[in-house]
């Protein structure tokens, strides 16, 4: 009986549904298949979802079950749940909060003017501790025992403990370090001003190597094998062979590539003076497409399901 009511609704549906949307499914007027109807996926004109969070949104992570954002000019950070965008805090900040990374179990956050990091407790955002750094801290890579903060007035990155911040060693790098990336085994770190990044060894900071990418390199993300380096003033990306440093590929994006991020099997770039965010294949570095976001996008974030992109000038996130 349900199987017959769930067949004449099918139908019904198929008598309503305008031809030219069944013809792009495949769907004739001549065979109207139920089944087909079903299954159609629909025009994902609404997929695409925007939260408000403080002012000048930049860096964002995902602690497994929220997302974190940190709000440059209002000195807070944001907690939201990531399966539908609720807030769940928002924590005052020290001052100009920039790049944010998980541990595990907390949040640690650089401040771009203090030359400090702070830890806040993931389950409620109480502050668990503040430390030195370097001077303009910024990008911020957990590599499963250690912190790592590139610190772009001193030039260096520095390593501390997660479970007491404790600094284990601080480490030349090159010119104004921006974001970093833990490959499983070393740190990579975007030097901005030198136009290369920085292979660090992670457990004693030993530089591996240093390879040339684009002008301007800022953001860093690891696909499980490669590396992805966005370049803000090539408007492209550099992806680079984790192992050897041997570059892959240069891909163009849209203007001013700022944050990147890989959610499995793409790569998503935030395109700064576009106020899009672009996807490519990682395996080949293909466009897939282009998306608007809000205004002056930064930061980019994967949660296992979906790409976050913090809109600085709208003071919001967009979720897709």
């Known amino acids: 009986m349900w199987k017959l009511l769930r067949l ?69 950070v944001t907690k939201l749940r990531a399966n539908d965008g609720q807030v769940l805090g928002t924590f005052a ?31 409620d955002g109480r502050t668990l501790g503040t430390f030195p750094v370097g001077l303009g801290s910024t990008g911020v890579a957990f590599d499963g025992a250690n912190i790592w903060v590139a610190n772009q007035d001193s030039n260096n990155v520095t390593k501390l403990r997660a479970k007491d911040g404790a600094v284990l060693g601080t480490f030349t790098v090159g010119t104004s370090p921006q974001f970093l990336a833990f490959d499983g085994a070393n740190i990579w770190v975007a030097n901005f001003n030198s136009n290369n990044v920085t292979k660090l060894r992670a457990r004693d900071g ?55 991020a890989f959610d499995g099997a793409n790569v998503w770039v935030a395109n700064h003076f576009g106020n899009s965010v672009t996807k490519l294949r990682a395996k080949d570095g293909a466009l897939l497409g ?5 205004a002056v ?18 003071n919001a996130v967009s979720k897709f």
């Open 206 to 260: 030993v530089v591996v190597g240093t390879f040339a990418v684009g002008t301007h390199p800022l953001g860093v993300a690891f696909d499980g094998t490669n590396i992805w380096v966005s370049n803000v003033d090539s408007n492209n990306v550099t992806k680079l062979r984790a192992s050897d440093g041997t570059v892959l590929g240069t891909f163009a994006v849209g203007s001013l590539p700022w944050g990147i």
């Open 290 to 294: 282009t998306f608007a976001t809000g």
């Open 93 to 123: 900040f020290q001052a100009f909060p920039f790049g944010l990374a998980f541990d595990g179990a907390n949040i640690w956050v650089a401040s771009q003017s203090t030359g400090k990091v702070t830890e806040l407790r993931a389950r």
């Open 8 to 76: 004449a609704a099918l139908s019904a549906i198929a008598v309503w549904l305008a031809p030219s949307v069944l013809a792009q499914s495949g769907v004739t007027s001549s065979s109207k298949n139920p089944l087909q109807i079903a299954t159609l996926h629909w025009y994902p004109a609404n997929l695409t979802t925007r939260f408000s969070v403080g002012g000048g949104p930049y860096g964002v992570a995902f602690d497994g079950a929220n997302v974190w954002v940190a709000n440059n000019t209002s000195n807070t």
């Open 297 to 314: 996008p930064f930061g980019v974030a994967f949660d296992g399901a979906n790409v976050w992109v913090a809109n600085y000038s709208d």
